[in-house]
């Protein structure tokens, strides 16, 4: 009993353990808080301006910058004309650097004429406009022709003309853009002609005349054309100022009546097999575009160039000696191109860099062509297997045998790459 009660008396007289406060850790700043501004607006150029948006839960400082920012990538998957609209209005920046607008849905005029009146509103520099709907029936409001602050201009329509109905003025535009569009001479003439300081005009898949007079456009010194399908134009360019000139043709005739201050050239043409059989075509078209090139010094070559050289070379069909110093080569090592391009490095005497870049075998016609040219290449170019079998299986070993011919082909190269 005594002893039952000192121990509750020393259990009592035992001090009770002190409760010591937690520290309470304040959170640390996310990186993405601590970043600048301009590297924050600068990630948001290259995403989605919807993106942008769902974003803005990863930071407090974050959540609003999204509306200042330069940059604005408008698309409407998934959201509606409605929500562009809520999102237009909360941007407050002043000014836009690029306003990029790409529409996969049927949207009222109204709608679309208040989203580029929005970026214009702000002059924006680089404006892009795609209609990736085919039904679209949208056209360009005359606002739209009238502006001092645009650089930039790239539009995408569906088939669909492009037709100014006034007077253009894109006084500051350098480089222009359009994509299958349809577009008449007088429609070209306004455009140009409201483009006193345009450098760069590139046209893809677009329903042009067959005669595209780029004359007077003084300052034009690049030139893209993309015409893959035989309803696309045009067949005959005319641009004496231009340096650069990029083609990629189909099949239909093509002629080059005036660029003589090219010194940059990158051809690529599509042909089918049928036409490889006929004489005169398609390798008099080729060599009639190479013998426009006698002041270029940077060539780039498709794979089907080379194979309608080694036609040509077949059947004896010359052109002329170009001044060609760096030649980029796309292709693939197979029998069919070694003809071509023997007959090409001939014809460079002043070639100093060689770049070739290696393609798929499905982006070459060999298989067909061989039934044509076995012997022939048999004997002129024997470290060229003659089965395409062999070709497409054993691709990779014919790289000694193709740097071999190169060098016998060619005697003042300095660089191969």
């Not at 650097?97 to 996969?104: A, C, E, N, P, V």
């Not at 990736?132 to 005359?142: A, G, L, M, V």
């Not at 007079?213 to 030139?223: A, E, I, P, Q, T």
Request: proline residues 5%; glycine residues 2%; charged residues 25%.
């Amino acid at each position: 009993m005594a002893d039952g009660q000192g121990r509750r008396r020393h259990r009592q007289r035992r001090k009770k353990p002190i409760r010591r406060c937690r520290k309470i850790r304040q959170p640390r700043e996310d990186i993405i808080s601590s970043m600048p501004d301009d590297i924050l607006h600068q990630i948001f150029s290259f995403i989605p301006t919807i993106w942008a948006i769902r974003t803005s839960v990863l930071s407090k400082r974050w959540s609003h910058l999204w509306r200042q920012t330069t940059s604005l990538y408008i698309e409407d998957l998934p959201p509606t004309a409605l929500e562009i609209n809520q999102t237009l209005t909360y941007f407050t920046a002043p000014k836009i650097m690029s306003f990029h607008l790409r529409l996969s849905r049927n949207h009222t005029a109204l709608d679309i004429d208040s989203w580029i009146k929005f970026a214009m509103s702000r002059n924006v520099q680089n404006l892009s406009v795609a209609f990736d709907h085919q039904e679209t029936r949208y056209i360009f409001p005359k606002f739209f022709y009238l502006s001092a602050s645009i650089k930039q201009l790239s539009v995408k329509l569906i088939d669909k003309e492009m037709l100014p109905t006034c007077t253009v003025s894109w006084k500051h535009l350098t480089n222009l853009s359009l994509r299958t569009c349809k577009l008449r001479v007088n429609s070209i003439e306004k455009i140009l002609s409201g483009c006193p300081n345009l450098e760069s005009l590139a046209l893809y898949q677009c329903h042009l005349p067959r005669r595209l007079d780029l004359s007077k456009s003084l300052s034009l010194k690049r030139l893209e054309i993309d015409r893959s399908y035989w309803n696309t134009g045009p067949s005959e360019i005319v641009a004496p100022q231009i340096h650069y000139l990029k083609l990629k043709i189909f099949e239909k005739p093509f002629t080059l009546v005036d660029v003589s201050s090219l010194t940059e050239a990158d051809l690529n043409i599509r042909v089918k097999m049928k036409y490889y059989e006929k004489a005169d075509y398609p390798h008099s078209m080729v060599t009639g575009l190479l013998a426009k090139f006698p002041n270029v010094e940077r060539l780039v070559v498709g794979v089907t160039v080379l194979q309608v050289l080694s036609l040509a070379e077949l059947c004896g069909v010359p052109f002329g000696v170009l001044k060609v110093q760096t030649l980029i080569v796309k292709t693939k090592f197979v029998r069919s191109v070694a003809p071509g391009i023997a007959r090409l490095l001939q014809n460079l005497p002043q070639l100093k860099k060689l770049i070739v870049h290696t393609m798929d075998k499905d982006n070459t016609m060999d298989q067909h062509l061989a039934s044509y040219f076995d012997e022939y290449w048999s004997s002129m170019y024997g470290c060229f297997p003659i089965s395409y079998y062999i070709v497409s299986i054993l691709d990779w070993q014919l790289l000694p045998s193709f740097m071999e011919f190169i060098l016998r082909n060619e005697k003042s190269l300095e660089t191969m790459v």
